[in-house]
C-alpha cells in the first residue's frame, strides 16, 4: 500500500494522519469500486507481510481514539476493523491487547450517540473480538449492546454474537446454551424490555460475568444531535429502498 511507503518517507505527524484518514475512508466508505479495490489492496498487503499487521492495528486503534466522535472517520473504521478481524489472524498475545483496547474505545465512541449507522457499524467488530482467549471486557460490553434502547442495535448485536459464537465455538464453554437464547428471544421486540433483560442476565450467568447495573441516564447524554438525527434517518431511509 501506498501508505506505508509514505510513512516511512514523511516523518510529519500531521501528514502521516491525513494520508491514514484517507486509508481508512477509502476502505471503510463511500463508493463500492474504491471500497472493493481498498479492501482488496488492505488484506492483499497484510496477507503478504504479516509483521505489519500489529502496526496496522496500532494504527486503526489511534485514529479510534484521536477521532472521538468523528463520526465522518469513525464509521468507516469500523467497517475496516471488521474486514481485519474477519481476514487477518492475530497472534494471541496481541489479540488480547488489541480486544481490551478496542472494547474500551468503542464503548466511549458509542456511549450517548443516537447515530444508528455508527451503532450498527461497532457490533460484529466487536463481536469478533470473542475469538481472543481474554475476552470478558467484550462480553461485558456485548451484554450491554443487548438491552440497548433501540431494537435495531439489540438485534445486530444478537446477531453478531451469535454468527461470532458459530465461527469461534471454542470462544466460551457455555457456546450451546447461549446461541440456544440468542436464538429463541426476540431482540427488536419493542414492548418487553424487562423480559429481554431476564434473557440477557441469563446469558450473563452462562457466560461468567457480571449483569450490568441499571443506572439513571441523563436525558442531556442520550440525545442524539442534529447531525446524528440525520444520518439516522438517512440510514433508515436508505435500508428501507427509497
Known amino acids: 500500500l501506498l501508505y506505508f511507503k509514505i510513512k516511512k518517507k514523511k516523518k510529519k505527524q500531521w501528514y502521516q494522519r491525513r494520508v491514514r484518514g484517507g486509508l481508512i475512508v477509502s476502505v471503510g466508505g463511500l463508493t463500492e469500486s474504491l471500497v472493493k479495490a481498498s479492501s482488496t489492496a488492505l488484506i492483499d498487503y497484510l496477507t503478504d507481510h504479516e509483521e505489519q499487521v500489529e502496526p496496522v492495528c496500532e494504527c486503526l486503534l489511534d485514529i479510534l481514539e484521536g477521532d472521538h466522535k468523528n ?7 469500523f467497517n475496516t476493523m471488521e474486514l481485519v478481524l474477519t ?11 488489541f480486544a481490551a483496547r478496542f472494547t474500551a ?6 456511549m450517548g450517540s443516537g447515530n444508528i449507522k455508527k451503532l450498527l457499524a461497532s457490533l460484529t467488530p466487536l463481536a469478533s473480538c470473542i475469538q481472543f482467549e481474554e475476552n ?46 440468542l436464538e429463541s428471544t426476540i431482540w427488536d421486540d419493542p414492548q418487553d424490555i424487562e ?14 460475568v457480571p449483569v450490568p447495573k441499571r443506572t439513571a441516564i441523563k436525558k442531556a447524554a442520550v440525545q442524539a444531535t442534529p447531525s446524528e438525527q440525520f444520518d439516522s434517518y438517512s440510514d433508515l431511509v436508505g435500508r428501507a429502498g427509497y
Open 87 to 97: 481476514n487477518v489472524i492475530l497472534d494471541e498475545k496481541y489479540g488480547n491487547k
Open 195 to 208: 423480559a429481554l433483560r431476564a434473557k440477557r442476565n441469563e446469558i450473563c450467568n452462562l457466560v461468567g
Open 71 to 77: 463520526d465522518r472517520v469513525t464509521v468507516p473504521l
Open 105 to 110: 474505545l468503542t464503548k466511549k465512541e458509542v
Open 136 to 181: 470478558k471486557c467484550v462480553l461485558s460490553q456485548i451484554m450491554l449492546m443487548l438491552c440497548h434502547r433501540y431494537p435495531r442495535v439489540r438485534k445486530g448485536i444478537a446477531d453478531s454474537f451469535y454468527t461470532a459464537l458459530i465461527t469461534f465455538d471454542d470462544a466460551i464453554d457455555a457456546c450451546d446454551e447461549v446461541v440456544e437464547v
